[in-house]
């Protein structure tokens, strides 16, 4: 029942909270080397407390995303980068002009310091990151088989794809926003003193945290997921029997309902294993996490490439990094329904259906971009990795397709994300006990009427997203210490070229899984 405007101011929130992240990753990122020469650390040391962080924000988005559909999900929002605010006072305090370097003193606290309460900041931002692209999916819902029909006249759901360029705009902010981020930590290192960036991520969540309390909440506290009740008069005049079941996974997964949330979110646990135990999903997960990965080496690589071999000052070689963040968001218009027929998969899924045939792209068509990404991706990656020679190759050519792989490694993560939506819906998990009717073909409970059916959320797709982030960061995580061991032991050219080799196999893996090998024929039966 909300208007398109108030949609759209509730998603760029959303996106706004995905901004945050990646700004503070970015400026760490950017802040590593000033900060490794004042406290006398080494280069491992200091990149262990950015890989904290990122790992710290991976872990609730696989263990408690359901969680937010049990409690709604702005209080998450809220506390958690309420408190991200004050944990960033003790890492401005470790840093200049709040410490001086002296010969004689110990910075060994300091270091301690800054990498425990980055861990603890990026646990508590988990909170925010897993409800981000989850809040989109709210507002504009899923673009799923089931949804083909009853969602085509959602406001903001033009032509089948209900998510649209917000689902462009997030993969954007999510994979390639950091170098943003990396080009005001450059900037701040080189024209103030280190604690301003921490002090400015704390000026920014403060921002965030208003606009957060700002908007309405997307889902409410779930009160009441269906009352169960008898009344049973007896002599007393008083009802015997009357219960309220709560939660939503768990329902799904094991057919009732949790007394205690940890149920909940164990449920919610086992629901992504055997997402897992899936070939196709697994594959795909694998994909989407080593691109997650390549794309934040590719920054990490690039950066020290033209710092190191091509002697660039750090603005400058911030705003290397930040041309590669412009140039990705051309990705997120890609995803606008009017660069398509109205209706475009609308009217294909039918087509085939009245034809009864099936074409080799599968029951949904993917898009020429889909497949134009996932060769250029590879192909990009290797001409950068061949142009990675240093001065005798001008610094635009490896900017250049560095901004490629980038590219189209976004573009290539927000279609996957479109291709899982095409493919899971919750007619895929089992039925659960307290459903009624096959729940296959039915739109999920309106979050403002009442309905007979308890599942307001398509559990395979919320599931698939939180094990997508979680592998993403990971996979991020491990890119991060991975180019340090490339620049200080094997060489760029060499962990590039071995990264790219790799990266050719899982795309010939994703290709396989997703090829329809089968002839499928739609036979309908009149009794």
């Known amino acids: 029942d909300w208007s398109l405007g108030r949609k759209r101011l509730c998603a760029g929130v959303s996106c706004v909270i995905v901004v945050l992240i990646g700004f503070i990753i970015g400026c760490y990122d950017g802040e590593d080397e000033v900060i490794k020469e004042h406290l006398r650390a080494t280069t491992a040391v200091i990149s262990l407390g950015n890989i904290l962080f990122i790992i710290g924000v991976a872990i609730p988005s696989l263990l408690f995303w359901p969680l937010s559909l049990l409690h709604g999900r702005k209080p998450y929002l809220l506390l958690s980068i309420a408190l991200t605010i004050p944990l960033q006072i003790p890492q401005a305090l470790s840093l200049p002009p709040h410490t001086v370097q002296h010969p004689e003193r110990s910075m060994v606290p300091f270091i301690v310091l800054i990498l425990v309460f980055r861990a603890i900041s990026g646990f508590v931002l988990g909170f925010a990151s897993m409800n981000a692209l989850a809040t989109i999916i709210d507002l504009f819902g899923p673009d799923t088989v089931e949804g083909q029909d009853q969602f085509c006249l959602v406001p903001g759901g033009e032509a089948g794809a209900r998510t649209g360029v917000w689902l462009g705009v997030w993969a954007w902010l999510f994979f390639a926003f950091g170098g943003v981020g990396h080009f005001a930590g450059q900037l701040i290192v080189s024209r103030s003193a280190l604690a301003w960036g921490p002090w400015a991520v704390a000026a920014i969540a403060t921002v965030v945290v208003f606009l957060v309390w700002l908007v309405p909440e997307v889902r409410p506290p779930w009160k009441k997921q269906r009352l169960i009740s008898q009344r049973r008069t007896g002599w007393r005049g008083k009802d015997e029997l009357q219960r309220v079941d709560r939660g939503e996974i768990k329902m799904v997964v094991f057919g009732s309902s949790p007394y205690w949330w940890w149920e909940e979110v164990w449920a919610g646990v086992v629901l992504s294993f055997r997402m897992l135990g899936q070939l196709g999903f697994f594959v795909m997960t694998v994909y989407i996490g080593w691109i997650a990965g390549e794309i934040a080496m590719v ?159 398509h559990p395979a797709i919320t599931s698939a997203f939180g094990i997508l982030q979680f592998v993403s960061l990971i996979s991020i995580a491990g890119a991060v210490g991975w180019s340090r061991f490339i620049h200080e032991g094997i060489g760029i050219k060499n962990g590039l070229g071995i990264y790219t080799g790799i990266s050719f196999l899982v795309t010939i893996a994703l290709v396989a899984v997703i090829w329809r090998w089968k002839e499928v024929r739609i036979l309908e039966v009149f009794t």
């Open 299 to 457: 920054f990490n690589l690039l950066g020290t490439l033209i710092s190191t071999r091509y002697k660039f000052t750090l603005v400058d070689t911030g705003l290397a990094l930040l041309a590669l963040s412009a140039g990705a968001l051309l990705s997120a218009p890609v995803q606008l329904s009017s660069f398509y027929l109205r209706n475009f998969r609308h009217r294909v899924h039918h087509r085939a259906n009245s034809s009864q045939h099936h074409y080799h792209e599968g029951q949904h068509p993917y898009r020429t971009v889909f497949l134009i990404g996932i060769l250029l991706l590879p192909v990009s990656s290797l001409a950068f990795t061949i142009s990675a020679t240093g001065p005798s190759t001008h610094f635009f050519i490896p900017v250049f397709f560095a901004g490629l792989v980038i590219f189209s490694g976004t573009l290539v993560i927000a279609e996957c994300h479109l291709i899982i939506m095409d493919n899971f819906d919750i007619s895929n998990l089992p039925e659960p006990l307290l459903s009624r009717r096959p729940h296959g073909t039915q739109r999920p409970t309106s979050l403002v009427g009442p309905n007979d059916d308890f599942t307001t959320c």
